[in-house]
């Protein structure tokens, strides 16, 4: 649960993304990614601990501690640590070696390429490893509840409201040069702030719910996921 809801609630910022490099505007792609993750770090994840600290236990007449599974959490620390370490390694070579090479700017174009390889090989070890080979390592999936859509209904919903969503980000993007200029804002504000809270919308309603039903691991695997 926690990895379909953190996959399919990223459609939106990769649509985002895709949206911003159509139109140039590289500045705002890097800062979204950037900021996306900051905000599922901190703003999801910490507003899900507060509030299934303070209101789900209260709710759910649970223990007074929140639990999760130490070994799921353990793992996805480590594809945090690896995609920290891809992110920062284009940009340490970039800044260590622009001054004493001078193809150092296709030497990082070459990195980056390999890695974000590399970056989407991991991902989909890490499906098999959460979804088939160690799902017991990522708490309990008992007790999830009656489906409210059948799989065709909820993929024909879930079909429309990407197209919608795609349409949408196109109209945001084009229109974000207007706003910085009429409002003041920088670049940097916007994609690191603004377009990851608005990503992030989805993710952040769901891992608040289910930390109000003292749901943790699926909190942590929606926020961090």
């Known amino acids: 649960g926690g990895l379909l809801n953190a ?33 599922n770090l901190l703003l999801v994840m910490g507003c899900s601990c507060l509030f299934g600290g303070i209101f789900g236990l209260h709710l759910q007449d649970s223990a007074p501690t929140q639990h999760f599974t130490e070994s799921g959490a353990n793992v996805q620390i480590v594809m945090l640590l690896l995609a920290i370490l891809c992110i920062g390694m284009p940009t340490a070579y970039a800044d260590t070696m622009e001054d004493v090479d001078d193809d150092s700017s296709e030497a990082v174009l070459a990195m980056s390429r390999k890695l974000s390889v590399l970056l989407l090989v991991a991902y989909f070890m890490y499906l098999y490893f959460q979804i088939v080979s160690h799902s017991d390592l990522f708490g309990d999936t008992e007790d999830e509840g009656d489906a409210d859509m059948t799989p065709c209904f909820a993929a024909g919903v879930l079909a429309v409201c990407t197209c919608l969503c795609a349409a949408s980000t196109e109209l945001l993007i084009g229109s974000i040069s207007g706003t910085i200029e009429s409002w003041g804002w ?9 377009l990851p809270i608005i990503g992030n919308a ?24």
């Open 7 to 39: 996959t399919f609630g990223n459609i939106v910022e990769m649509l985002l993304c895709i949206a911003s490099i159509r139109s140039g505007q590289l500045t705002i792609t890097k800062c979204t990614l950037l900021g996306s993750m900051l905000s």
């Open 186 to 194: 920088s670049k940097e504000f916007v994609g690191v702030i603004l």
């Open 202 to 225: 989805a993710e952040h309603y769901t891992a608040i719910s289910v930390a109000l039903m003292d749901k943790m691991d699926l909190a942590i695997g929606v926020a961090i996921g």
